[in-house]
């Protein structure tokens, strides 16, 4: 597929992702009538009145599922509230940087820009594992910032580039953006695509192709990365898929090109949607073999999309376990 994945992170749980992951996969570049549809919003200006939310299309609706009780999730939302809302997250937050600035004073990988006539993609290593990314507009000089996690690695970026930030794309957290809104900048047109799951208000950004004449890119913020869950876990990650499909031949072979990168200290990003599901163990819950290693399940239900999911779970929980050890 001609997408590539810009991401940072993979967390999604269970049901939630698989719709959402579908829907991507089946059609990342939501077609004409779609796009006149939603609006555009230029990224000088701002929204005037509060508009309700655009519903989710129907490929993005969440797979229905028996909820069972998970006693760590009122800790998990303690944590996450501490950690979103107080002060004591924020001095936690500035430890991080901090702690990762000390160890990783040039950042905890290098990376190399995509060119693509006219346009720039810049991924910015940040904290101990995270990619934080520059999109620019090589003929205007302008530049989206997606997800800057340590403004100080952002902003020398921007220095070294001699380029004007204009916008800035949250992930975890967006306000202003709705499903399907469009942020345009020089020749750069970024949809934004609702997917819950990681965070309630997690969205990834598109990134089109076509006014570049380039591949649609997509920033997939912890909804899909190299090989399953992770920021630069691309190792472990393959690991993981190892012991689930041990004899898939694109896992071994993308193993091997990991490897060689990071003996380099080099980044992984960015994959291909076409290459994640030929080794991406969350993105191939269809395949019989896949099936099989997860061991006997529930039994059928006549709802593939409900035992798809199940088998997200199941991963989740097993890729839990695998990186505890």
Not at 96 to 117: D, E, V
Not at 211 to 224: T, V
Not at 306 to 316: G, N, T, V
């Amino acid at each position: 597929m001609a997408a590539v994945v810009a991401a940072t992170a993979l967390k999604g749980r269970g049901a939630r992702n698989a719709r959402v992951l579908r829907g991507i996969l089946a059609g990342a570049t939501a077609n004409k009538a779609s796009h006149n549809r939603t609006r555009a919003l230029q990224s000088h200006s701002s929204p005037e009145g509060k508009e309700e939310p655009e519903p989710l299309s129907p490929e993005l609706e969440y797979i229905p599922r028996k909820r069972g009780k998970n006693p760590m999730k009122a800790v998990g939302l303690a944590w996450y509230s501490l950690y979103t809302r107080t002060w004591l997250g924020y001095l936690f937050y500035r430890q991080q940087l901090r702690r990762a600035r000390n160890r990783y004073p040039k950042g905890h990988s290098k990376t190399q820009p995509r060119l693509f006539n006219g346009v720039k993609v810049l991924p910015i290593p940040v904290l101990s594992d995270n990619y934080s990314y520059l999109i620019i507009d090589t003929q205007a000089q302008l530049a989206v910032a997606v997800d800057p996690s340590d403004p100080r690695a952002v902003q020398a970026s921007i220095e070294k580039e001699g380029v004007t930030l204009v916008a800035i794309l949250c992930t975890h957290k967006h306000c202003p953006l709705c499903h399907q809104d469009v942020v345009s900048v020089g020749r750069l047109q970024i949809r934004a695509l609702a997917t819950p799951g990681h965070t309630q208000g997690h969205l990834v950004y598109l990134l089109d192709g076509e006014p570049y004449k380039g591949p649609s890119c997509l920033f997939s913020g912890d909804l899909l990365f190299l090989s399953g869950c992770g920021h630069e876990y691309a190792e472990e990650n393959l690991g993981f898929a190892g012991v689930v499909e041990p004899e898939n031949l694109a896992r071994e072979r993308k193993m091997q090109w990991v490897q060689r990168q990071r003996l380099e200290r080099k980044g992984t990003c960015p994959s291909t949607l076409g290459e994640e599901r030929s080794y991406n163990p969350f993105l191939r819950t269809h395949c019989l073999a896949l099936q099989e290693a997860l061991g006997p399940g529930p039994g059928p239900t006549g709802d593939d999309d409900y035992s798809r999911a199940q088998l997200l779970e199941e991963l989740r929980r097993l890729k839990d376990m695998h990186k505890s050890k």
